[in-house]
């Protein structure tokens, strides 16, 4: 990529991002099941590695974090607890720029994923080059990248941020006087934009799950369900998020359902976190979103195709034969750590996050 000639926000928007179909994985009797998860729980301990599982990945993963001493938590929460466990190694269930944050911010332990090709469109859609020249064009701005980018994405960035952290950190930033190129999410960027007042100048990629929710399909919902409460992850286009009562992270969301009074609720976010809201609150009934209606592709359906990836098949394979380390070129990671420890260092000071597993998310 020349940086010569200028970059177009049209150009950004068009590169195209192949989405995989959903994996199928053999199906296991009971047994069969019970002995695969006793093998990898035996296998954590011989290598003195912890599970760390998004809330995104398959609930018997979550299940699995959770009994073995690992934790189940949004991208924040995984990186916090990545670097305060003793163990040598951390097998992360996720995308792949969750292991890459684990790696960063713990060179020196050996990190482990089930499948490496588990990407995020937002990732894809955000290449290091194209970015880098995007940022030359606007030395004025202070870059804040989400954390769902790539290693040499944060390299190029002033400030990493995940979606519980989002508001604060702009806030901040907006009260210093700084304008800030924001990348890659445009719906989490204008959301941010418009909470804070902040002038963003937001990369046009989008997470291809949250991206299929509609308003119009939503708002039939609500009028056959209208005592349930709305949850939204800021991920989603506006019409989706102006309907929401919270609009929130992972964490966020799970902790409304846990304390709103409701009995219903309607989620719209990846069908993975209802594994952790049914364990926090099992006596209310949780409503998927529609991503049918005007405009649906549903090429994702409201499950991440890469989030899917992750299975106690790939997880007890990778711990046999310990393939699928995630690697890190080290002068990208000396200039990627900065920015995620400026937000760690900055949640810390705010007092925000620092809670996950069933007691706390
Ligand atoms: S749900 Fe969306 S943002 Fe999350 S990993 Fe999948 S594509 Fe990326």
């Known amino acids: 990529m020349s940086t010569t000639s200028t970059i177009t926000l049209e150009q950004i928007a068009k590169q195209p991002i192949e989405v995989p179909p959903h994996p199928t994985w053999p199906s296991l009797s009971a047994e069969q099941r019970d002995a695969l998860r006793e093998h990898i729980k035996r296998m954590l301990v011989q290598q003195n590695a912890v599970l760390v599982a998004h809330y995104y990945t398959d609930g018997e993963l979550q299940a699995l974090a959770e009994e073995t001493g690992g934790c189940v938590a949004d991208s924040l929460e995984m990186a916090r607890f990545g670097s305060e466990s003793s163990a040598s190694t951390l097998v992360v269930a ?11 911010l713990n060179p020196e332990k050996r990190v482990l994923m089930p499948d490496l090709a588990a990407t995020c469109s937002l990732d894809e859609g955000c290449p290091a080059e194209l970015f880098a020249a995007f940022c030359d064009q606007h030395p004025e701005r202070t870059v804040v990248v989400y954390a769902n980018t790539s290693a040499a994405v944060k390299a190029r960035s002033d400030w990493v941020v995940t979606s519980s952290i989002a508001l604060p950190i702009v806030r901040h930033l907006a009260a210093r006087g700084e304008t800030i190129l924001w990348a890659p999410d445009k ?46 992850h800021p991920e989603s286009p506006d019409e989706v998020v102006d309907q929401a009562d919270v609009v929130g992270s992972t964490t966020q969301l799970i902790r409304a359902v846990v304390d709103m009074p409701n009995r219903e609720f309607i989620v719209a976010t990846d069908e993975g976190i209802f594994w952790k809201m049914h364990q926090m609150a099992p006596d209310k009934k949780l409503i998927e979103a529609p991503t049918a209606g005007e405009g649906a592709t549903c090429e994702s359906c409201a499950h991440c195709p890469w989030m899917a990836m992750n299975s106690l098949q790939n997880l007890a394979a990778v711990l046999e034969s310990g393939n699928n380390e995630v690697q890190i070129e080290a002068s990208i990671g000396e200039r990627a750590v900065l920015p995620i420890q400026r937000m760690l260092k900055f949640a810390q000071e705010h007092g925000i996050g620092g809670k996950q597993t069933p007691a706390g998310a």
């Open 187 to 232: 719906h989490l960027g204008h959301y941010v934009e418009r909470m804070t007042g902040a002038d963003l100048l937001l990369w046009p990629g989008a997470c291809v799950v949250h991206e299929e929710f509609k308003g119009f399909a939503l708002e039939r919902l609500r009028r056959l369900h209208p005592e349930a409460a709305v949850l939204v």
């Open 94 to 104: 996720g995308v792949r720029f969750m292991g890459e944050t684990a790696k960063i």
